[in-house]
């Protein structure tokens, strides 16, 4: 009998931690959605609990202000990277709902992948791919002679954290000293400034606050027919048909930090 009320006990519990985190609104997100977000997993507490040998502290990875990251192997075998979240402000559930969605949909060669998450514990679990050749901290601060950072590799690490130096260089009033010496001397300020304005809405780790492509297009197209002598005001609601395009096809000769496959719906940024 006493295993069994604390069986019942046990269970309850999850439920109401699974609430309390979101789970809902994840079920719900993940029910809605034409098949987009399927790649969101939703692990049970028991998987996780085996897979990292209770939280056992030999599997700990590393410690961060966002919480503790343990090394975990899943019953197929397959080797993650588990980590225990701080606890979630309730105000901000769905803030953080949404952001574990568009994670987990991101495909990037230096982004570690979101694989899904527990929300049936305390506190969050987010499970991650496993990275087996540690931290880039680890890599600039504690070399050795086996692996050396190159001058080279080293630059190429600066320039793609530059989806944090764009942003910085907006807040500070500072864009035109990243504008690309080549074209900054027939550069027009003021289209500059709404372009950089919108790659900044592109980064918006929340899906809705994103623009969609038909505005995007919209307002790059603006751009192209003011340089005609068309104000915007005249040139009134774009043709469907005309903004309909694809990531793949839109190219407009720049760089902007921002990856097409975060998308939240099939025309949000």
């Not at 680890?138 to 950072?149: A, C, G, I, T, V």
């Not at 530059?162 to 942003?167: D, E, K, Y």
């Not at 929340?206 to 307002?219: F, I, L, Q, W």
Request: hydrophobic content about 35%.
């Amino acid at each position: 009998m006493y295993k069994l009320i604390k069986k019942r006990k046990c269970i309850q519990l999850k439920k109401k931690f699974f609430k309390r985190n979101g789970g809902i609104l994840l079920k719900q997100q993940l029910s809605s959605s034409d098949g987009s977000l399927q790649k969101t997993k939703v692990f049970s507490s028991n998987e996780l609990e085996k897979a990292t040998d209770y939280f056992n502290e030999n599997r700990v990875l590393g410690h961060g202000g966002q919480g503790t990251v343990y090394k975990g192997m899943l019953d197929d075998g397959s080797i993650v990277a588990v980590k225990k979240s701080t606890m979630v402000d309730g105000e901000k559930v769905e803030e953080f709902i949404n952001e574990v969605v568009i994670l987990s949909q991101i495909n990037h060669r230096n982004v570690v992948r979101l694989l899904g998450c527990c929300l049936e514990t305390e506190v969050p679990l987010l499970v991650y791919e496993f990275i087996p050749k540690g931290t880039l901290f680890r890599y600039l601060h504690e070399q050795n002679e086996d692996f050396m950072l190159s001058w080279e590799s080293r630059l190429r690490i600066a320039s793609e954290a530059a989806v944090v130096h764009f942003n910085d260089s907006m807040e500070d009033g500072r864009i035109f000293d990243i504008v690309d010496a080549q074209v900054k001397g027939n550069c027009n300020e003021e289209e500059a400034m709404v372009i950089a304005n919108l790659a900044k809405r592109c980064l918006n780790l929340n899906g809705r606050n994103r623009p969609t492509m038909r505005e995007v297009a919209r307002k790059l197209e603006g751009i192209l027919l003011s340089r005609r002598g068309i104000s915007i005001q005249q040139i009134g609601e774009v043709d469907e048909s005309s903004t309909s395009i694809s990531c793949s096809s839109f190219e407009i000769g720049i760089d902007l930090p921002f990856d097409c496959n975060t998308s939240t719906s099939s025309e949000t940024w």
